[in-house]
């Protein structure tokens, strides 16, 4: 059973950038498909963007790709998200879920069975 640990958030200006990691433990990371999304107050979670267990197919909301870049290390058990171009809209709490297994990728959280505390950014305008 793998256990995440999300680092990174805080408050920046917007056109900023932020890097958010998530360290993983308890499991073989290389099988775990990993995702990142994000809560905001008032609203459901939503799909961020994954990645599959090699790193070679990633994938991204509308809302984030070319601000956004997902990417890991299997050999550090870390999955990363940088964050370029902040918008006061990308404010939200981010999380980091594992999904067992998998060949592609994957966007619905209920295929995600295990999640990280979070991590709150808050983006100002």
């Known amino acids: 059973q793998v256990q995440l640990v999300e680092s990174g958030g805080g408050l920046v200006q917007a056109g900023g950038s932020l890097r958010l990691s998530c360290a993983a433990s308890?499991?073989?990371?290389?099988?775990?498909?990993m995702g990142w999304f994000r809560q905001a107050p008032g609203k459901e979670r939503e799909f961020v963007t994954t990645?599959?267990?090699?790193?070679?197919?990633?994938y991204y909301a509308d809302s984030v790709k070319g601000r956004f870049t997902i990417s890991r290390d299997n050999a550090k058990n870390t999955v990363y998200l940088q964050m370029n171009s902040l918008k006061p809209e990308d404010t939200a709490a981010y999380y980091c879920?594992?999904?067992?297994?998998?060949?592609?990728?994957?966007?619905?959280?209920?295929?995600?069975?295990?999640w990280g505390q979070g991590t709150q950014v808050t983006v100002s305008s």
């Open positions: 879920a594992a999904k067992s297994g998998g060949s592609s990728y994957y966007s619905d959280p209920r295929l995600y069975g295990y």
């Open positions: 308890g499991g073989t990371f290389s099988d775990y498909t």
């Open positions: 990645i599959s267990r090699t790193g070679g197919i990633t």
